[in-house]
């Protein structure tokens, strides 16, 4: 794994994403792998804001196997809000790497047709989507789809009707999981990875029907755009 001053940027070829040709009721889900991800943004609006920070890391059967995180210069200053809520300051972005670039090391790094997984994380495919084609880099459009994305929120919702809140850090604390540095890339990714296994293993303690990639799928449903 190579080093950065501004985050670890995995070797190419470390962890392969599924094969397009592989058919997600095929792929039993301790064989899948997947990848989390979480964008720290400028703001809410994917077409005018921009994206500060991604981690994305890769897991099968629960283990890590891959890793890609780095700061990014945003198009636009980091508003002072942005800047307590998140810790990542003007300064800290100054010099990091341009977008495009980050776009073709991250879709590089995600494979052909990945299993991406998030909390809300339709905002961040969404994200990914749009400044993809800003960038012009429409031919890796086809590796940000809604139709193979989970969702920790939703599946929480789902999992764990009774919660109060199925904010990341709530639906963390009722599985017993930790988040010491929220909204920071890299700690929402773990965290999000740790909601996903954990709700995975009591879905599949539930119902022992439950065992590929597409069984998850069904019970999820198919995401929406944001």
Same mark, same amino acid.
């Given at each position: 794994?190579?080093?950065?001053?501004?985050?670890?940027?995995?070797?190419?070829?470390?962890?392969?994403?599924?094969?397009?040709?592989?058919?997600?009721?095929?792929?039993?889900?301790?064989?899948?792998?997947?990848?989390?991800?979480?964008?720290?943004?400028?703001?809410?609006?994917?077409?005018?804001?921009?994206?500060?920070?991604?981690?994305?890391?890769?897991?099968?059967?629960?283990?890590?196997?891959?890793?890609?995180?780095?700061?990014?210069?945003?198009?636009?200053?980091?508003?002072?809000?942005?800047?307590?809520?998140?810790?990542?300051?003007?300064?800290?972005?100054?010099?990091?790497?341009?977008?495009?670039?980050?776009?073709?090391?991250?879709?590089?790094?995600?494979?052909?047709?990945?299993?991406?997984? =998030?909390?809300? /994380?339709?905002?961040? %495919? *969404?994200?990914?989507?749009?400044?993809?084609?800003?960038?012009?880099? &429409? @031919?890796?459009?086809?590796?940000?789809?809604?139709?193979?994305?989970?969702?920790?929120?939703?599946?929480?919702?789902?999992?764990?009707?009774?919660?109060?809140?199925?904010? =990341?850090?709530? /639906?963390?604390?009722? %599985? *017993?999981?930790?988040?010491?540095?929220?909204?920071?890339?890299?700690? &929402? @990714?773990?965290?999000?990875?740790?909601?996903?296994?954990?709700?995975?293993?009591?879905?599949?303690?539930?119902?022992?029907?439950?065992?590929?990639?597409?069984?998850?799928?069904?019970?999820?449903?198919?995401?929406?755009?944001?």
């Amino acid at each position: 794994m190579q080093q950065s001053l501004f985050g670890s940027l995995a070797a190419p070829g470390t962890a392969t994403a599924e094969s397009p040709a592989q058919p997600l009721g095929n792929l039993l889900l301790e064989d899948a792998v997947f990848t989390v991800l979480d964008l720290e943004t400028t703001g809410l609006n994917a077409k005018k804001n921009g994206i500060t920070e991604v981690t994305a890391i890769q897991f099968r059967n629960g283990v890590e196997i891959g890793k890609y995180s780095t700061l990014i210069k945003p198009t636009e200053a980091i508003p002072e809000e942005v800047e307590l809520l998140t810790g990542i300051t003007n300064d800290m972005v100054r010099n990091a790497p341009a977008l495009v670039m980050v776009l073709s090391e991250l879709s590089g790094f995600i494979g052909e047709s990945p299993i991406i997984v =998030g909390h809300n /994380v339709s905002f961040d %495919i *969404g994200f990914l989507r749009e400044k993809v084609s800003q960038n012009g880099l &429409d @031919v890796f459009l086809e590796r940000y789809k809604y139709s193979r994305a989970f969702c920790t929120k939703v599946l929480a919702q789902k999992a764990l009707p009774s919660l109060p809140s199925y904010e =990341g850090i709530m /639906v963390a604390t009722a %599985i *017993g999981y930790h988040n010491d540095n929220p909204h920071r890339a890299e700690a &929402d @990714v773990r965290m999000s990875a740790a909601i996903l296994f954990e709700l995975m293993n009591r879905l599949k303690a539930e119902n022992p029907a439950m065992k590929t990639t597409q069984d998850l799928l069904d019970y999820q449903g198919v995401l929406s755009e944001r």
